[in-house]
């Protein structure tokens, strides 16, 4: 096994591949785990439109670094950046961390993957949506180089990158990716996402 790339932070476990909760009923971590194999009784009609995650992807295109730069919102903190230019509209890397079915609303790493309907052998449900199981990926304290990300309010007009759910071409795990945009990724330009409204509303409520 590779070890941990240079700049990793302290106290977070580096991943090659997801890990599942316990808060994940066992039919839906199948289904995760091989979606393509899972039987049509456990097979949910919203996953066949996932597309399957490049064959071709090309690893190590990027760096962590540490942000120097006193007037960017991270600064002190990572983030991460092309080592080589990235073509448009390219896989650039998985999102990994712990795939589960809680709220984490204290993390600022969670990211939500999929909303799947409840079925019959599943006792678990979201409490704001009742008859949906919500399934995140959480990085906090375990992941890869793309927990380092930062959103790009603040540091650029527009992001130029941008969260895929996908199916791993050999195993068929549902994951999340991150692409490049419509434009090519410059060498040692910082990948930027957005974190979406509603990352911002849930912790400007929290600071409230």
Not at 185 to 200: A, D, N, Q, T
Request: aromatic share 8%.
């Amino acid at each position: 096994m590779s070890k941990s790339p240079r700049n990793w932070p302290q106290g977070v476990q580096y991943l090659h591949s997801p890990v599942y909760h316990s808060s994940i009923p066992p039919s839906i971590v199948s289904l995760f785990r091989n979606s393509a194999a899972s039987s049509s009784s456990t097979s949910i009609s919203s996953l066949s439109s996932i597309p399957i995650a490049p064959s071709s992807h090309i690893p190590n295109q990027t760096t962590i670094q540490k942000i120097e730069l006193a007037s960017h919102p991270a600064h002190g903190q990572l983030g991460l950046f092309a080592s080589k230019k990235i073509p448009p509209n390219t896989m650039i890397i998985y999102y990994l961390g712990q795939v589960h079915a809680e709220q984490r609303t204290t993390s600022d790493y969670d990211l939500s993957l999929i909303r799947l309907p409840i079925q019959e052998n599943i006792s678990i449900a979201s409490i704001d949506d009742p008859g949906y199981i919500h399934i995140g990926i959480d990085a906090e304290f375990m992941g890869n180089e793309a927990r380092c990300i930062n959103d790009y309010r603040g540091i650029a007009q527009r992001p130029n990158a941008l969260f895929k759910e996908v199916k791993h071409p050999t195993t068929g795990q549902i994951r999340m990716s991150v692409w490049s945009g419509t434009k090519p990724i410059p060498k040692h330009e910082e990948i930027l996402v957005s974190y979406g409204k509603g990352w911002w509303k849930a912790r400007t409520t929290q600071d409230d």
